[in-house]
């Protein structure tokens, strides 16, 4: 973004170890100004409210007198409240980008009266509300949170990391790679070893390596081992860093996603940029990009349909064409794709804001 626009970055975070009450710092990283103000936590809500806002406004203190055309604000509710007050003070538009799965019904943290009441204040008062799939924008519209303005702009997926291999090894084992910070009530890493473990009832012509680390991954070394996975057709590989985790993916003749719920996905869209075909569940970008060109879909939380899955991939995983399966992502998810939706509704709303 940072190519079409002039941006500034604000990042508030509460820092119960921060040296004083508050800290700034300033920096400008890829020619985008980031500014970070950390801030000392209290017991109290409604202090605990002060200091977020405080921090805020010390935080914009260092745009040096250039005021912002436009606010663009990530995630409700408070930074959307935080958003509205940004941009009645500069008199600007402001636009919201969601990416919070309370709205789902398996994660279902949007309540109370309050946080309900000031979230359809702050998305009424936006130019725009930008969900990053459509299976978030349904479920925002569920809970009765919708806008004239809502457009669906993805994550960006970087591309010249996630991208295909020249050589593919093929050995007569077949891996299969899975990628998430162990969390198993949304990943339902428990269902994924449940339905490998019924698939090597039938073939063990294959390894699952489990990237990645988490609050249950200790849970879930433990899982699998009394199941008699871990050490033959499951591996703990670990946390790798990005470069390490394209490699697997690479290295990998299939990839698996097995949560019960996503906003996004983006292990979907890095497997895939790499060439390599994904089984996944019908969570966050799922059913917008794969089909029998790139991948196959299987019902949440459904241990028997998921084995099948695994079954029916191992079988075909190699027949994909990783150059077709790259270049079914290789477009909407670059930053040059996305920054041109954004670009897009940018334009449009600050010509209504000049009207």
Known sequence: MAVNFEVSVLYVLPDPDCPNDMETELSVENRVQVIRVFYRTTGNDLDRWYRFYRAHMNGLRLLDGNPPDLVHVHVLTREGVMGYLIARKFRVPYVISEHWSRYYPANDFYKGFVRKRATEFVVAKAAALLPVSAKLMKAMMAKGITHPECHIVPNVIDTTLFRPSLLIPETEQKTIVHVSCFDDRSKNITGLLDAV???????????????????????????????????????????????????????????????????????????????????????????????????????????????????????????????????????????EGVVRRIASIYDRILQKSNV
Do not use: Q
């Not at 990645?212 to 699998?224: F, N, Q, S, V, W």
């Not at 996503?262 to 970008?285: H, K, M, Q, R």
């Not at 089909?291 to 349909?305: A, M």
């Not at 029916?312 to 399966?325: A, E, K, Q």
């Open 197 to 335: 473990k019924k698939v090597s009832s039938e073939r063990n012509d294959f390894v699952l390596r489990l990237i990645g680390t988490g609050p249950d991954l200790e849970r879930m070394k433990r899982y699998a081992e009394k199941a008699g996975l871990e050490g033959t057709l499951v591996v703990f590989a670990g946390l790798k860093n990005p470069d390490e985790v394209a490699e697997e993916y690479r290295n990998a003749d299939f990839s698996l996603v097995s949560s019960r719920y996503e906003t996004f996905g983006s292990v979907i869209i890095e497997s895939l940029a790499c060439g390599t075909p994904v089984l996944a569940t019908d969570t966050g970008i799922a059913s917008e990009v794969l089909g029998p060109h790139n991948g196959l879909i299987v019902r949440p939380d459904d241990t028997n349909e998921l084995s099948d899955g695994i079954l029916r991939m191992l079988d075909i995983c190699r027949s994909f064409d990783r150059n077709t399966v790259s270049r079914s992502v290789a477009e909407a998810y670059t930053p």
